[in-house]
């Protein structure tokens, strides 16, 4: 009979993936630990049984993997950890040239749908992270996520930020869904049972695990403040806010071509 430890369970590097880690009671899977865009590209591949999925991923394999239990990653307004760095305001980007983190195609997609539809500018994107503005490629602004955005904001190199889940809250009164739990399709009943409960376990009894790295400079006290806002177990309001991010997806043509490489000018 198959164990938890025989599966394939991805997850998130971030702090707002921590409160899901911790030692099981029971037998550990064989954790895959990448940023969203990897987990999905082996989600898609078959190389996953489980996965804690960023938003766009787990919608555009909804055919093959489905919601585990009611768990995930969302927040209502600022988020603090998914942030537009740029030279000057947002509303002045229409002809500016965006960097695009190449670790996540839901914030990528979520960036190019709130520019869009709040402040009517169409920048032109390209891949590139601020590790690439480091290396000498000139970019107006770019998109920065997880530990990375916790560590550079007040930056004076950007002297303006933009909040993607407080744009977002702004824009549809609804909290986003950044990342949620699925499992395959054909998963085991039993063990998508084990698997949440072992992670519901997790959120019943928080810690910060004393190995925990943590961003520079960042305290364990600011660590659990970052973390306050995070909800972990969806409910209503959250279903109902990744479902205007899917219509949203569609609409702007976000979700398909899953595993497609990122081409210049491309927000996929």
Same mark, same amino acid.
């Not at 550990?28 to 990897?38: A, G, I, M, N």
């Not at 768990?71 to 040239?97: M, N, W, Y």
């Not at 169409?122 to 590790?131: F, M, S």
């Not at 910060?208 to 790295?213: F, Q, R, T």
């Given at each position: ?38 987990? /999905? ?15 766009? +991923? ?11 239990? +009611? ?82 904001? /007040? ?9 993607? /889940? ?33 992670? /519901? ?68």
């Amino acid at each position: 009979m198959t164990t938890l430890s025989d599966l394939r369970v991805g997850r998130l590097p971030y702090l707002n993936a921590l409160p899901f880690a911790g030692p099981f009671v029971g037998p550990e899977p064989r954790w895959v630990t990448d940023v969203p865009r990897r987990l /999905g590209q082996l989600a898609s591949e078959g190389r996953l049984d489980a996965a804690l999925l960023a938003s766009r +991923d787990a919608l555009a394999l909804a055919d093959r993997f489905r919601p585990l239990a +009611d768990l995930g990653i969302a927040c209502r307004g600022p988020v603090q950890s998914v942030l537009l760095f740029s030279k000057r305001p947002a509303s002045e980007l229409g002809r500016a040239t965006v960097g695009l983190t190449s670790e996540s195609r839901t914030s990528r997609a979520l960036l190019r749908i709130l520019l869009a539809e709040t402040l009517r500018v169409e920048p032109r994107y390209v891949e590139g992270d601020l590790k690439a503005v480091d290396a000498g490629l000139d970019f107006d602004a770019c998109l920065a996520i997880g530990d990375t955005a916790l560590e550079l904001r /007040g930056s004076e190199a950007w002297p303006f930020t933009l909040d993607l /889940g407080a744009a977002w809250t702004e824009f549809t009164g609804l909290p986003f869904v950044y990342a949620r739990w699925v499992v395959r399709r054909d998963f085991p009943a039993v063990q998508e049972q084990a698997l949440a409960r072992e992670l /519901g376990a997790r959120l019943d009894a928080p810690t910060l695990e004393p190995a925990a790295k943590l961003p520079s400079g960042m305290a364990p006290e600011a660590v659990r403040d970052y973390l306050a806002p995070f909800i972990h177990r969806l409910g209503p309001a959250e279903r109902a806010g990744l479902g205007r991010f899917h219509r949203e997806l569609l609409r702007h043509d976000l979700l398909g071509h899953h595993c497609e490489r990122t081409a210049i000018g491309s927000a996929a």
